[in-house]
């Protein structure tokens, strides 16, 4: 069974960058057939689809973030990752890595809240 | 891009059934997904292509998907499906997936 787990900085300082890390376990990212996503969720709210990434490298962002989102892969490590610039206190939320075959998103890691705060 | 709409909140008794819609323009000539989310939790794929389960998945969750409204039943109803149920679609003119955003089921 496909495992995911966040890991990064809880706490982040506002116009610094967000990183975080999603380390995938029970499945190889480099098997392909598979694209590994970055989802949000502002407190109490809905959730919204920060962008994704194919083992090759081949990356798509949410235009609302795409000047400020980087998501790359580590195939070695069996890891992807999310970089979000000049995070502001809208920024805070929880950051969930998942796994699906693009379209959907069928196994979630337990999600991270991310602080953006002097 | 493409908007969902769905309900922010159902009722419904233990043991009945339980409705939730999603709205989208000509929604039924895309695929919708369903995922389930309780407090604290992440969310569960509960539907996907409109009406398929995932294994591990009870029978009394289906789907279904035509015109405008794409819709989660949730057959006799337990309270353990207290929850937030979200719909979604993949948005082929921005390649990224769309939320709907969020009913509440609340079993009474």
């Known amino acids: 069974q496909v495992q995911l787990q966040e890991s990064g900085p809880g706490l982040v300082k506002p116009s610094q960058t967000l990183s975080l890390t999603c380390t995938v376990s029970?499945?190889?990212?480099?098997?392909?057939?598979?694209?590994w996503s970055w989802i949000r969720q502002h407190p109490g709210k809905g959730l919204e689809w920060i962008g994704y990434?194919?083992?090759?490298?081949?990356?798509y962002y949410n235009p609302s973030l795409k000047s400020r989102v980087t998501i790359s892969v580590d195939t070695s490590k069996n890891q992807f990752s999310l970089k979000l610039s000049s995070v502001t206190a809208a920024d805070t939320a929880v950051y969930y890595c998942?796994?699906?075959?693009?379209?959907?998103?069928?196994?979630w890691g337990q999600g991270t809240l991310v602080t953006v705060s002097s | 891009s493409y908007v969902l709409t769905q309900p922010p909140s159902v009722s419904v008794a233990p043991g009945k059934t339980a409705r939730i819609t999603c709205g989208g323009n000509?929604?039924?000539?895309?695929?919708v997904h369903w995922y389930q989310q309780k407090p604290g939790q992440a969310p569960v794929l509960v539907i996907y292509?409109?009406?398929d389960r995932p294994s591990g998945i009870p029978e009394r969750f289906s789907g279904s998907n035509s015109g405008n409204t794409a819709t989660l039943t949730i057959s006799r109803v337990e309270a353990g499906d207290e929850a937030d149920y979200y719909c979604?679609?993949?948005?082929?003119?921005?390649?990224?997936?769309?939320f709907g955003g969020g009913t509440k089921l609340t079993v009474l």
């Open positions: 998942a796994r699906g075959p693009r379209e959907l998103l069928d196994y």
């Open positions: 029970g499945g190889s990212i480099s098997s392909g057939g598979y694209y």
């Open positions: 990434i194919y083992y090759s490298g081949s990356t």
């Open positions: 000509n929604i039924g000539s895309k695929s």
């Open positions: 292509y409109d009406s």
């Open positions: 979604q679609v993949w948005d082929s003119s921005s390649d990224l997936g769309v």
